[in-house]
């Protein structure tokens, strides 16, 4: 299972980004799909995730400025991001819960991350 982010950059306090992250590969069924990031010198967070029954959860810094969702057709999941700030400059990755067969479990696997940077 492969997991490509696209989307990020470098963007004006105040200003908008729009990422997404397709997964590929042997793929039965995606449970759950995730943002997190990584600052340097952080921990890393998530950010949003979605479950396969459309149910969000956000990380409170995020609330009300960043929307998650996805195209399940496609295996993919978007992460809108508006009215950013210095605070969310990141490495942007996507997670996702994957079962690779009808009687395997599920496994979670990563991107390899989209850089967003918010300055002026």
């Known amino acids: 299972v492969q997991l490509v982010e696209s989307g990020g950059g470098l963007v004006q306090p105040g200003g908008s980004l729009r990422l997404s992250c397709a997964a590929s590969g042997t793929i039965f069924s995606i449970n759950e799909m995730d943002w997190f990031r990584q600052a340097p010198g952080k921990q890393r967070e998530l950010v949003a995730l979605i479950t396969s029954g459309g149910r969000t959860n956000y990380a409170d810094s995020v609330k009300g400025r960043f929307t998650i969702s996805r195209d399940s057709a496609k295996n993919t999941v978007y992460l809108q991001m508006n009215s950013l700030k210095p605070a969310d400059t990141a490495v942007y990755l996507c997670?996702?819960?994957?079962?690779?067969?009808?009687?395997?479990?599920?496994?979670?696997?990563w991107g390899q991350g989209t850089q967003v940077t918010v300055s002026s």
């Open positions: 997670n996702a819960v994957v079962a690779i067969g009808p009687v395997t479990g599920y496994g979670r696997y």
